[in-house]
């Protein structure tokens, strides 16, 4: 009596070698992805950097940018060890003699439906961030007054009086629990002593758990602290308020960009009090 036998035929070096490249080309897949991902990134700071370097008035966040760089590194990260992983199974499989079922293009799909889904988010992001860019320009055209730029001094166009302008910011500090140290009244006192000067006052404020941290980092940046803003009309009767750009003072004094925010109220302040 004949007994049946289970013939499976070992698969080829032709076969091997064929796996061997599908694991490779996945593997640059994944490399790939990582590295695209890491640029990513790092492409919100060297915006953050870039405009630093051009003297802006203030600093764009970008921070999406670092999600959807990581997004894209834990991409990488999944296909090589998914590719890795059906490696050493096709592997076995070939090693067993068993018939392999058809190419899954499973990977494919779901790594190319994920790069289109980032890509569009990226594109979302990257209008979002041009709009606002342009909406902030147009702005600071309104905040620049003078030509030179460089001197660290941005003015804010306000649409009331001197003393009006001033009791306004005074209400908005003292309601944000923000300290008064002085209120300097520059053309009062030349006034005292039979000069003429255009309204022009200075208000000095600060919060010592804002600025502790800023001058621990940067002690030479307490010459500039506590914040001032210089409320002022010129010779056509506008009322200005005048301070120190948050940028100019993060790169004089090198105070590390984490810590640019804890400065950077007085730019809110200025834009709040002057409309």
């Known amino acids: 009596m004949d007994t ?7 698969a080829g070096l032709r076969d091997y070698l064929a796996a061997e490249r599908t694991l490779l080309a996945w593997i640059r897949t994944g490399l ?71 190419h899954t293009t499973t990977l494919a799909v779901a790594t190319s439906l994920f790069l289109a889904l980032v890509g569009l988010g990226m594109a979302i992001y990257l209008i979002s961030v041009r709009d606002s860019a342009h909406s902030h320009s147009a702005n600071d055209e309104e905040t620049l007054m003078a030509p030179n730029t460089n001197n660290g001094i941005l003015n804010k166009r306000s649409n009331y009086s001197v003393d009006e302008t001033l009791e306004r910011l005074r209400r908005t500090l003292q309601a944000k629990g923000v300290t008064i140290f002085a209120i300097v009244d520059h053309s009062g006192e030349a006034e ?84």
């Open 192 to 275: 005292k002593v039979g000069l003429k000067m255009r309204p022009t006052k200075l208000l000095i404020f600060g919060n010592p758990k804002g600025g502790t941290p800023v001058m621990l980092a940067a002690p030479s940046i307490a010459i500039d602290l506590p914040l001032k803003i210089l409320i002022w009309e010129d010779g056509q009767g506008q009322v200005w308020l005048s301070y120190n750009s948050p940028v100019y003072l993060q790169e004089r004094h090198g105070l590390p960009l984490d810590l640019l925010q804890n400065i950077a109220v007085v730019e809110a302040l200025a834009a709040t009090v002057a409309e």
């Open 32 to 102: 790939a992805l990582m590295g695209f991902g890491f640029v990513v990134a790092r492409f919100g700071l060297f915006l953050q950097q870039l405009q630093i370097a051009q003297h802006a008035p203030s600093v764009q966040p970008y921070g999406l940018s670092l999600w959807f760089g990581t997004a894209l590194i834990g991409a990488g990260v999944a296909v090589n060890l998914f590719s890795g992983w059906h490696h050493l199974r096709l592997i076995r499989i070939m090693d067993l003699g068993h018939a392999t079922r058809p």
């Open 4 to 10: 049946p036998t289970e013939t499976r035929q070992r």
